[in-house]
């Protein structure tokens, strides 16, 4: 009977691993394109993936909140994140990257050209280094392949200062066949006309819907059908405005709210098809 037992133990333990190894298998060969709005409060993150690859623009304020939406849409076994990018040192979207760096192996860094004396963005730096982490510093122009069919490009990224880090926002857009997204950070509309030859589908509204940015020009130039706002729920910032919502109205712009809905998720099957929204 002890060596039934036994038996059927080793068997189950083989049928465990191989269940494992098949999810691997599947997860790794997967070429589906999946873009995750994180619902962190009231901050950004997003996540990217496809496959076994990951890019993560941003990490929020809180790490407890970045590394539980991580661990819910990234496999348990893969502790790798090919690419982090850092939009501006602010500390609502480089607080959770503390602990993301400290958790997760980090392929690459993309660093914004925004100035900061805060220790909060010291340990950021620290913590780059002491893990030996390559990091770089965004360029315009610069290009992220994910895979030949999954592009995310820089197509901003320009120097700020302490006083005013949120012009320093380094400037995205990811495309994946006919289907385009535009992340924004915290960019303000004073820059927004240095891009202005580019559409997209899908738009990350910059500053959380603050009333100093995603002006009228700028959504007349970059034609969204769907806008995402990052926001936490009663922030004390009034966000997003009214302003911006109506110009998002007006404009019969769908929007789309992180306090309203939680994670905003987009999964996109084949370049040649459209990405569809994934209800919660």
Same mark, same amino acid.
């Given at each position: 009977?002890?060596?039934?037992?036994?038996?059927?133990?080793?068997?189950?333990?083989?049928?465990?691993?191989?269940?494992?190894?098949?999810?691997?298998?599947?997860?790794?060969?997967?070429?589906?394109?999946?873009?995750?709005?994180?619902?962190?409060?009231?901050?950004?993150?997003?996540?990217?993936?496809?496959?076994?690859?990951?890019?993560?623009?941003?990490?929020?304020?809180?790490?407890?909140?970045?590394?539980?939406?991580?661990?819910?849409?990234?496999?348990?076994?893969?502790?790798?994140?090919?690419?982090?990018?850092?939009?501006?040192?602010?500390?609502?979207?480089?607080?959770?990257?503390?602990?993301?760096?400290?958790?997760?192996?980090?392929?690459?860094?993309?660093?914004?050209?925004?100035?900061?004396?805060?220790?909060?963005?010291?340990?950021?730096?620290?913590?780059?280094?002491?893990?030996?982490?390559?990091?770089? @510093?965004? #360029?315009? +122009?610069?290009?992220?392949?994910?895979?030949?069919?999954?592009?995310? /490009?820089? %197509? *901003?990224?320009?120097?700020?200062?302490?006083?005013?880090?949120?012009?320093?926002?380094?400037?995205?857009?990811?495309?994946?066949?006919?289907?385009?997204?535009?992340?924004?950070?915290?960019?303000?509309?004073?820059?927004?006309?240095?891009?202005?030859?580019?559409?997209?589908?899908?738009?990350?509204?910059?500053?959380?819907?603050?009333?100093?940015?995603?002006?009228?020009?700028?959504?007349?130039?970059?034609?969204?059908?769907?806008?995402?706002?990052?926001?936490?729920?009663?922030?004390?910032?009034?966000?997003?405005?009214?302003?911006?919502?109506?110009?998002?109205?007006?404009?019969?712009?769908?929007?789309?709210? @992180?306090? #309203?809905? +939680?994670?905003?998720?987009?999964?996109?099957?084949?370049?040649?098809? /459209?990405? %569809? *929204?994934?209800?919660?």
């Amino acid at each position: 009977m002890r060596y039934r037992k036994l038996i059927y133990l080793v068997l189950f333990i083989l049928l465990v691993v191989a269940c494992i190894f098949n999810a691997i298998s599947y997860f790794s060969a997967r070429k589906d394109l999946t873009i995750n709005f994180l619902d962190v409060g009231q901050g950004d993150a997003i996540l990217i993936s496809q496959g076994d690859k990951q890019i993560l623009i941003d990490g929020g304020p809180s790490g407890s909140r970045i590394m539980e939406k991580l661990g819910k849409y990234i496999p348990f076994w893969d502790r790798k994140i090919e690419v982090v990018i850092e939009t501006h040192p602010d500390q609502d979207h480089i607080q959770g990257l503390l602990d993301v760096m400290r958790n997760y192996q980090i392929g690459e860094v993309v660093e914004s050209k925004g100035e900061s004396d805060t220790e909060l963005y010291k340990k950021f730096k620290e913590i780059i280094d002491s893990k030996k982490i390559e990091s770089f @510093t965004a #360029e315009a +122009g610069t290009e992220i392949k994910i895979t030949d069919e999954a592009v995310l /490009k820089i %197509i *901003l990224a320009e120097t700020g200062t302490a006083k005013d880090t949120n012009s320093a926002s380094v400037v995205t857009e990811l495309n994946f066949g006919d289907n385009s997204f535009l992340f924004t950070g915290d960019l303000p509309s004073e820059a927004e006309n240095k891009f202005s030859d580019i559409k997209t589908e899908v738009l990350k509204v910059a500053h959380h819907g603050s009333k100093y940015s995603t002006s009228v020009e700028f959504l007349n130039n970059v034609s969204p059908r769907d806008a995402v706002i990052s926001v936490a729920k009663n922030n004390k910032y009034g966000h997003p405005t009214e302003e911006v919502l109506n110009r998002l109205k007006e404009k019969n712009i769908n929007i789309l709210r @992180t306090d #309203e809905m +939680g994670d905003i998720r987009y999964s996109c099957p084949k370049p040649e098809e /459209k990405c %569809i *929204l994934i209800a919660n």
